[in-house]
């Protein structure tokens, strides 16, 4: 992996370290607000900086792009470890290369993301990850899969794009979610970043 | 305020335009109103109040009524000018006659010409009656007829008001003339029935017949002095024309007039409207761009705090915005197929 391929997450990379959290969720208000991508590019930073395996986690029900990225769509995920219908061992993809294993959504028809089960999943099953991070869907399009996940995580950011997201929803998702102080990632700042772009092109070439 | 202004400065061009079409067309409306309105009018002294408008408050004749009389011919010529058949009667006295004729729907025509009608007091004694519109020979005609049809129309009905009561009078006349008639009858018969000495009871009698011929023929020459007045004052009633007496008669105008007013209403109108688009534009502009503008903006968003930011990624020419996240996942997931839980 490219090592400024990093650079542009390691702001929150770097805070999440600092905390010392072991959880962490994004979510958004919209769809569109880049919350995957920061999610993935977080996971990755997160794994270099702590020379560790980190857990990334597709819960997005609604639309599980990180799912397809990671061709998984048909493989068993967090829905059929939620239906008891699958082990962990057989759903998570490791990644060598990049020190990340990969939860994908799996059948979402064969469950709901749950209070108990999730709550099961991050204190028993995934206890040998020292970080775990979970990309979950608009908060305001699905309330029903971020709300599980909102009291057990050590962190849920709201990933907001800068110029774009409109503040009204804004404070209906930061309300729906209901945490006394929420946090937010301003994502596609103003400040640019151009040989992030160049290294990132040149990466993906190497890898193709 | 600085978000209206960023939505105003964002949306410059569409409010130019905005602006453009809405004064525009205003102002070029405004000007073809004033260049393209003739007015004519008449100034007319009003000496005396109408009799039919003297009269007092008929709820409280103690009531004095707060009239000039410039005030009540300018009511009255207002009513008039409310009804169709006045309106009808001065279209045909003049040049639009024909196109009253042939008009589809004459009481949408009537209301047409009633609206560039004005009467307006001008002082105590004093008002204007005006005519505008877009013809220079139209308004002068209709002044005039204005005028004539309603002096018709007052005098008419003064002379319909004269002729009911004369005859009101004659039938009084008639009455007494029976009456003068039976009461000389009954004199005469007494005479006949009594001759030679009277007693004293017949002399009183007699007295009293001779004072109730006196009482009829004295009403009998009252009343024919009343029907001899109401049967000229029909006459009388022709030559009090000066109590509305035309000052100055309405001219043709050469030159636009009249239209100043209207074309600076319409002026104004657009102008107004032009403005509120436009404020609509930037209020709806502002409020769709309500976002948060920077990481300073996340304020607003209190208790909400920042935790980081990501910063745009400006790519290379020809390549898009997109080339972020497949550059990711290439990275995160291009290691082969070897699905395993390692820990």
Do not use: C
Request: hydrophobic share 45%; charged share 20%; no cysteine.
């Amino acid at each position: 992996m490219s090592a400024t391929l990093v650079h542009s997450f390691d702001g929150i990379a770097s805070r999440i370290d600092a905390t010392g959290a072991r959880s962490v969720g994004f979510t958004s208000t919209l769809a569109g607000e880049g919350t995957s991508t920061i999610a993935l590019g977080t996971a990755l930073a997160l794994a270099e900086l702590r020379q560790e395996k980190v857990l990334l986690v597709d819960a997005n029900w609604i639309h599980p792009s990180l799912t397809s990225d990671a061709r998984r769509e048909s493989a068993p995920g967090l829905a059929d470890y939620l239906a008891r219908k699958a082990d962990l061992i057989t759903a998570v993809r490791s990644v060598e290369r990049s020190r990340l294993d990969f939860l994908p959504v799996g059948d979402r028809e064969a469950a709901r993301p749950t209070l108990r089960g999730l709550a099961s999943l991050l204190a028993n099953d995934v206890t040998h990850f020292q970080t775990v991070l979970i990309d979950l869907p608009p908060v305001l399009t699905g309330e029903m899969y971020v709300l599980p996940w909102a009291t057990l995580l050590d962190h849920l950011f709201v990933v907001l794009r800068e110029a774009a997201t409109p503040l009204p929803l804004v404070r209906q998702a930061l309300g729906k979610i209901g945490l006394a102080t929420p946090e937010i990632i301003l994502n596609r700042t103003a400040a640019a970043t151009p040989e992030l772009a160049t290294s990132l092109v040149a990466a993906h070439r190497r890898l193709a | 305020m600085r978000r209206y202004l960023t939505a105003a400065k964002r949306y410059w061009l569409v409010i130019l335009a905005i602006l453009a079409v809405v004064w525009g067309a205003g102002l070029a409306g405004a000007y073809h109103e004033y260049a393209n309105t003739y007015e004519s009018q008449a100034t007319i002294w009003v000496l005396r109040a109408s009799p039919e408008l003297t009269s007092s408050n008929p709820e409280d004749p103690g009531t004095p009524v707060i009239q000039t009389v410039a005030s009540q011919q300018t009511e009255l010529f207002t009513q008039l000018l409310q009804s169709d058949s006045f309106i009808r009667d001065v279209v045909e006295r003049t040049s639009q006659r024909s196109t009253l004729e042939r008009a589809a729907n004459e009481t949408k025509l009537l209301a047409d010409v009633r609206k560039h009608f004005s009467v307006e007091t001008l002082g105590t004694n004093m008002l204007r009656v005006s005519y505008t519109t877009s013809d220079p020979r139209t308004p002068v005609e209709m002044v005039n007829a204005a005028i004539a049809v309603r002096t018709e129309r007052v005098l008419q009905a003064r002379v319909t008001s004269t002729a009911a009561v004369g005859t009101l009078y004659r039938s009084e006349f008639d009455a007494a003339q029976k009456q003068a008639l039976d009461a000389a009858r009954d004199l005469d018969g007494f005479k006949s029935s009594h001759p030679g000495t009277l007693t004293a009871t017949d002399e009183a009698h007699q007295a009293q017949l001779q004072l109730a011929i006196d009482f009829a023929q004295a009403r009998l020459s009252e009343l024919r002095g009343r029907a001899d007045r109401s049967a000229v004052a029909a006459a009388v009633l022709e030559m009090s024309g000066l109590e509305f007496e035309v000052v100055d008669e309405p001219r043709q105008q050469t030159t636009p007039s009249g239209g100043g007013r209207a074309a600076v209403l319409l002026a104004l109108v657009s102008l107004a409207a032009g403005a509120l688009l436009v404020a609509l534009l930037v209020f709806v502009g502002a409020l769709l761009a309500d976002h948060v503008a920077g990481p300073l903006d996340v304020g607003r968003l209190a208790p909400a705090r920042l935790f980081a930011t990501v910063p745009r990624v400006a790519v290379g020419a020809g390549a898009g915005g997109s080339e972020l996240r497949p550059a990711l996942a290439a990275i995160a997931f291009d290691d082969g197929d070897s699905p395993s839980l390692s820990a």
